[in-house]
């Protein structure tokens, strides 16, 4: 932990109100980014983003510096979103994907075209997967958290998490394959 983020955590611990700004625009991003792969939404991640550093403030007292900040608010905004992803579940809500907005100005009209199909796929795959599922494949291969961090987040065993994992991984390979042999087919891009 670098010397500038453990004195604001220190002051903010202490009730600092521009310690904690100073740690929210550090950690903003990782925060926003966590949110967005687990929800697939803008407007739910920026509302994530919020009541994370929101709970995090109420609790910085319980910050025991045992993990680092940075894991420690993963840990909270990934329990953020899947609380929204399981409240949407048992209301019967779908999951509202975004199609993908970011673009370069060094790619070619079809690379972005078939860049954004892939996004829009990977979306609603990863949509039709369970909380849990959506949440530990996020975190293991967007996010690259161990087996232990993420069941911990998850409330569930290891052998349980690995599973939940692997289900998740399966999951999007069945649900991806038809896409990806067939641009293969076409010559398209590589999987």
Known sequence: METG????IERARAGDR?????????HSRTVFRVAYRMTGNEQDAEDIVQE????AYR???????????VTWITRIAANCSL????ARQRRGEA?????????????????????????VRLQAALARL??????AFVMRHYEGAGVDEIARVLAKPAGATRHCIFRAVTKLREALEPFVSAAQACGGTEA
């Not at 521009?18 to 550090?26: G, Y």
């Not at 994370?52 to 709970?55: A, E, N, Y």
Request: a negative charge; charged letters at 35%.
């Open 59 to 69: 609790q910085m007292h319980n910050f025991d510096g045992r993990a680092k900040f």
């Open 18 to 26: 521009d310690a904690f700004r100073v740690l929210v625009e550090q």
């Open 95 to 119: 999951v509202e994907a975004d199609e993908g907005r970011l673009s370069s100005p060094h790619v070619s009209p079809e690379q972005e075209a078939a860049s954004r199909e892939v996004r």
């Open 5 to 8: 983020e453990a004195a604001a």
């Open 130 to 135: 369970s909380p849990a599922e959506r949440a």
């Open 83 to 86: 609380d929204l992803l399981r």
């Open 52 to 55: 994370t550093f929101l709970k």
